[in-house]
Every structure is written in C-alpha cells, then in structure tokens.
C-alpha cells in the first residue's frame, strides 16, 4: 500500500493510541495531537493526505479546527470521531467543512471502509475532469468554487457545494438518497435520518427558490433529478 500520512486530533489517549496502532497495522501512517492548536500546528507544517478530529478538543473544537483547514486547503478528506450524535451536530460538522462523521463507539473496520473511500474519491477528484459544470442557467466553477444562477452569484456551503456537485455530475438522472448517501456523505443509508432531505432543502432554497425555473425535482419514492430543458 502507497504509505499515507493521516493527522489524527483526539484528546483521549486511549482511543488515539489504539486507532494509532490499528491504523498503523493496516499501512498508514498516523501522527497524533492531543489538542486542537497542536493539530493546527501539525497540519500547518507538514503535508498530510486525512484528517482524523474529535469535536470536543482542548484549546481549539473540532468544528473550529475543521473551519480553519478548510480556509487552507478545500480538498484533504476530513473525518469527524465523536459521541455527538444528533443530527443539528452532524449538519453542523458538515457545514464547517467535514467530509464524514462516525459515531463513538464505533467499529474500527467502519473507519477503515471510510478512509478507502475517501481516499478513492479524492484520487477521482484529481483527475482531469473539467472545472465547469452546467445546466441551463445554473454553472458551477470546480476551481474557484464559485456557483452561478442567472448570473446571480450563489453561496453554498462545503457540504451543500458537495452535494450539488453531485446532482450536476448526474443531471437528467434520477439519483436516489442511497446514492447520495454514498456518494456525498460516505456513509451507509440510514432509513432513521432525513439529513440527505434536510440539505436537498438547503441547497433548492439558494438555487431554485428565487428563481422561475426549478432545477431539483423529486421524484416520488425514487430520489431527485436535477434536471434542465
């Protein structure tokens, strides 16, 4: 295996010598902070390929850690580890820029199957695929990050952006929330969740609702469609 260097910010020595360990054992290499500002430290001085943070961080949270990543580099995979489990906490670890987010306790072969396909995904990112996507009026710039409607600049989220990326990439298809699921949070489809339609919500507010033309339509017990003329 190609030797991958993950930051690892988690205050409970235990849980990160272990994840340390077993993560070692299956070829990473892994380097640890107990805090948040000595992971902001390490991350500002070496090159690293995922992030691993806890929320509930000494000196700098997860959330903020995340935020202040983000501000540098749009594109290093990020897992939050934490026992925070509603969903306003999930949106809220997405929305500051979280590509994952895994629940203590948890099983470590679970971490593991999110790391490989964060891994893979960033590897697609990387290839040559264009950096504008188009539907009618709507264009997404895949390098500056900006997004358009009508020539009305639109402001997304991480995680909104993500997931309009996605919708973009499969326009005129009908993708279904497991699909979503899969694709944009990296996560098994959870039945017992409405966050896919939470941010469907979201991101229609910003690019459909102020405009004539509706682009995301529901398709009734299939998913979504972002569809144009």
Do not use: C
Not at 52 to 72: F, H, S
Not at 110 to 139: C, F, S
Request: net charge negative; glycine share 6%.
């Amino acid at each position: 295996m190609e030797d991958l260097r993950i930051l690892l910010v988690e205050d409970e020595v235990r849980i990160a010598d272990t994840l340390r360990m077993g993560l070692g054992e299956n070829g990473y290499d892994v380097e640890v902070a107990y805090d948040g500002q000595i992971g902001w430290r390490m991350f500002q001085t070496k090159r690293f390929n995922l992030l691993i943070l806890d929320i509930n961080l000494p000196g700098i949270t997860g959330y903020e850690l995340t935020k202040m990543v983000r501000a540098q580099n749009e594109n290093v995979p990020i897992i939050m580890l934490t026992a925070l489990s509603s969903l306003d906490d999930k949106i809220e670890g997405y929305d500051a820029g979280a590509d994952d987010y895994i629940i203590k306790p948890f099983e470590f072969k679970e971490l593991l199957m999110k790391i490989r396909v964060l891994m893979r995904r960033t590897a697609d990112v990387q290839a040559p695929v264009g950096n504008l996507l188009r539907a009618d009026d709507l264009l997404m710039n895949l390098d500056t990050k900006e997004v358009k409607r009508d020539e009305t600049t639109v402001h997304l989220t991480a995680k909104e952006f993500q997931l309009l990326e996605y919708l973009l990439r499969n326009k005129n298809r009908v993708v279904s929330r497991a699909d979503i699921a899969i694709n944009v949070w990296d996560i098994d489809f959870d039945t017992n969740t409405n966050i896919i339609d939470v941010y469907i919500n979201y991101v229609r507010n910003k690019i459909d609702k102020p405009f004539p033309r509706k682009l995301i339509q529901t398709q009734v017990g299939m998913g979504y469609i972002l569809k144009e003329s």
